[in-house]
């Protein structure tokens, strides 16, 4: 069968249209422009008969995807800003909520053999201050904090806060649509909310700001030795680009997936105990003092946890441990030099 990835170009895109290809699906992949399918082509050129590129230059016109949802039977919309920067709503804000839109309004017109429709949300949808230290968030959770504090104080609100409202407008919007239009059309909704998102990037980086945000955030934890004692107890949640990918394909394949909001983490730590972790991975790369050690011994308590249980028992999926996950993105780092 035929499935629809948009934003193919990105670093979790270019892992899912990997994984469907070599599980037999034929993919039509968008991208912005010709030359951001460049690497795709080039990547993926012995599957050339199974992957199609077609350009939507901007997703935020009416009846941008019209076309690009015939014949599909499926789509995976991952096209969306990722960024801790945007000033304007229309940056960030309007791209990701059009954007999504814009892919179920044309499945809702044109995608007559559409089945499913992935979002690849985020948990940033899902956080909000947690009440105590280690609170669980689960799939019941909103960001509608984030979204408040945008509506609030606008463009002053912190990036991470701005990125959060996006992704919980959009998914909003998404599900609002659904439950509208639920008895016109043959296809259902998923929603996938992964953590940080780490592992090797299969898209060119020839120097650190290539990496997408989740890798420059996962680099500059690790390299970065002017990192405070407050910003290396912090959480992270991760789950590895090759099991987010396993998560978009085996979505298409499980009917009790429909209708729900899945949390695909694997687990949760601090930054200084990937350090530290690291450290005993790779003893060589902090003997000579390549990487900052920080501080070994900081407080490890978790804020707050992005509960995995649902996506573990739903999917049924075996993960990457987080150890192999550090190794192999440090291996292509290395590489990159
Ligand atoms: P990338 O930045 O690597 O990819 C983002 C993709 O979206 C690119 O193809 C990009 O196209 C496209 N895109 C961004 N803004 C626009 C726009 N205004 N119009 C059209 N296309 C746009 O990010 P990731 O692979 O990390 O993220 C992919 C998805 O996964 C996003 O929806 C993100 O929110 C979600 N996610 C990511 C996590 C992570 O840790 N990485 C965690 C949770 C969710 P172009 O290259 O042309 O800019």
Redesign the pocket.
């Known amino acids: 069968s035929r499935v629809l990835v ?8 270019m892992w899912v249209v990997r994984t469907l290809l070599e599980q037999g699906y034929t993919v039509r992949g968008l ?3 010709l030359e ?1 399918g460049k690497r795709l082509r080039e990547y993926f050129s012995s599957y050339d008969d199974k992957l199609e590129l077609a350009i ?1 230059e ?3 016109k009416d009846g941008a995807f019209d076309e690009s949802v015939k014949g599909v039977d499926a789509i995976e919309h ?5 960024t801790f920067s945007a000033v304007e709503p229309d940056e960030y804000i309007s ?1 990701a909520i059009k ?1 999504t839109l814009g892919i179920l309004k044309s499945a809702l017109k044109f995608g007559t053999n559409v089945k499913r429709i992935v979002i ?5 949808a899902i956080y909000g201050t947690p009440p105590k230290p280690e609170h669980v968030f689960d799939e019941t959770s909103w960001g509608d904090e984030s979204v408040k504090i945008v509506e609030e104080i606008g463009k002053d609100a912190p990036g991470v806060v701005k990125y959060r409202a996006s ?1 919980t407008l959009a998914e909003k919007a998404a599900w609002e649509f659904f439950n509208q239009h639920k008895s016109e059309v043959q296809w259902d909704l998923v929603t996938l ?5 780490i592992g090797a990037p299969l ?1 060119e980086i020839k120097s650190p700001k290539d990496l ?3 890798l420059q955030i996962f680099y500059s934890n690790l390299t970065d030795a002017s990192k405070t004692e407050q910003q290396l107890k912090a959480t992270y949640n991760y789950v590895d680009v090759r099991d987010i990918s396993k998560a978009h394909v085996q979505v298409l394949q499980n009917d009790k997936a429909a209708g729900q909001r899945i949390i695909i983490a694997n687990g949760a730590s601090t930054w200084q105990e990937a350090r530290n972790l690291t450290s005993t991975l790779r003893p060589d790369l902090y003997a000579s003092g390549v990487l900052p050690r920080g501080k070994s011994d900081l407080n490890k308590t978790l804020e707050y946890i992005y509960s995995p249980e649902k996506g573990k028992k739903l999917l049924g999926l075996e993960y990457v441990s987080q150890e192999n996950m550090i190794k192999d993105t440090l291996a292509v780092f290395e590489a990159r030099g």
């Not at 948009?6 to 895109?13: R, S």
């Not at 991952?78 to 990722?82: F, K, L, R």
Request: glycine share 8%; charged share 10%; aromatic share 6%.
């Open positions: 948009t934003g193919a170009n990105g670093y979790i895109a991208v912005r422009s951001k939507v901007d997703i935020m991952m096209a969306s800003p990722v791209p954007g690849t949300s985020s948990v940033a992704k909310h992964p953590p940080f998102v898209h997408n945000v989740s």
